[in-house]
């Protein structure tokens, strides 16, 4: 049975940096799989946030957040990271990652969530002054 654990939230000031972490256990040994992230505000809907293919060739972001995060991955680890950097008050949020167990390959439909059947539980990201 596969498990995502998030990691790496906290409360930073507007214009800090974090780097979300994100390990994955218990999946098919012989295959990597893409990774989602995506982020729930208070009162808001789930959005994607970024994506990155099981090789690491392939990412995207969404517009709210490119220039600001990157998305990598250390196989080796099992493990993605999102940096965020220049974080803004509307970056608050809980964040997710999340994996789609059939390994279908990702593109410009990426944040649909149905598509993601995998989730972790989620870490707070505050940016507040």
């Known amino acids: 049975q596969g498990l995502l654990v998030e990691s790496g939230g906290g409360l930073v000031q507007p214009g800090g940096s974090l780097r979300l972490s994100c390990t994955a256990s218990?999946?098919?040994?012989?295959?990597?799989?893409?990774i989602g992230w995506f982020r729930q505000a208070p009162g808001k809907e789930r959005e994607g946030v970024s994506y990155?293919?099981?090789?690491?060739?392939?990412?995207y972001y969404a517009d709210s957040v490119k220039g600001r995060f990157t998305i990598s991955r250390d196989n080796a680890k099992n493990t993605v990271y999102l940096q965020m950097n220049s974080l803004k008050p509307e970056d608050t949020a809980v964040y997710y990652c999340?994996?789609?167990?059939?390994?279908?390959?990702?593109?410009?439909?990426?944040?649909?969530?149905?598509?993601?059947?995998?989730w972790g539980q989620g870490t707070q990201v505050t940016v507040s002054s």
């Open positions: 218990g999946f098919t040994s012989n295959y990597y799989y893409g």
């Open positions: 999340a994996t789609d167990s059939t390994r279908r390959p990702k593109t410009s439909t990426w944040s649909k969530r149905n598509d993601y059947d995998y």
């Open positions: 990155i293919s099981s090789s690491g060739q392939i990412a």
